[in-house]
């Protein structure tokens, strides 16, 4: 499997499968925050977003905000306004962050999945951590410049992809 490889392509994490991921022996989910969770040019998850959390969390699915986002605060009112853990300054594509997440819930790498919109970020730091990753198309189209950038290279990567739900 490459880097830049994800495991899964889903239209949005509200689409994602956690039959399948249960079915897989996924036991913590790591989430993306902006464009994954919370689009970009919002400040509240969409009720889609709660919902599937809820769904997740009856499964029995930890789960955990691992978010590049330099505000601490908007990490922290998303992660507990959706009651999950958060690790934020994540510096993905590090995998450090992740792997300091899934120490605090005792998962190993086979058990945990990371979902995200970026393929340079979230797929990248995924795979150097050794989980699966599932790839999500971004909420919105804000991005922060430097995003932008990012995404044409994306979609050479991406060339070929077919995502589930679209
Ligand atoms: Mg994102």
Same mark, same amino acid.
């Given at each position: 499997?490459?880097?830049?490889? &994800? ?6 994490? %509200?689409?994602? +499968?956690? +039959? ?6 996924v036991?913590?989910? @790591?989430?993306d ?5 919370? %689009?970009?040019?919002?400040r509240?998850? %969409? ?9 997740a969390?009856?499964?029995g699915?930890?789960?955990? @905000?691992?978010?590049?986002?330099f ?6 009112r ?6 999950? +853990?958060?690790?934020?300054h994540? =510096?993905? %594509? ?7 997440? =899934? ?5 190993? &790498? ?8 970026? *393929?340079?970020?979230? /797929?990248?730091?995924?795979? @150097? ?6 790839? /999500?198309?971004p909420?919105?189209r ?7 950038v990012?995404? *044409? ?9 077919t995502? +589930?739900?679209?």
């Open positions: 499997m490459g880097l830049l490889r &994800a495991w899964r392509y889903v239209s949005a994490l %509200p689409l994602v +499968d956690v +039959d399948e991921l249960v079915r897989e022996g036991e913590l989910v @790591l989430l925050r902006d464009n994954t969770c919370v %689009p970009r040019d919002a509240e998850a %969409p009720a889609e977003v709660t919902a599937w959390l809820a769904r969390r009856a499964a699915l930890s789960l955990c @905000l691992v978010s590049n986002n505000h601490t605060s908007h990490v922290s998303t992660a507990a306004e959706l009651g999950v +853990d958060f690790v934020d994540a =510096m993905k %594509p590090l995998p450090f962050a992740l792997r300091r997440a =899934m120490r605090r819930f005792g998962a190993p &790498a086979e058990k945990t999945v990371m979902i995200g919109d970026q *393929v340079f970020t979230d /797929v990248a730091a995924g795979s @150097l951590a050794g989980v699966r990753t599932v790839l /999500v198309r909420q919105s804000t991005d922060l410049w430097y995003t932008h990012f995404r *044409v290279f994306e979609r050479l990567a991406l060339r070929g992809v995502f +589930d739900g679209e």
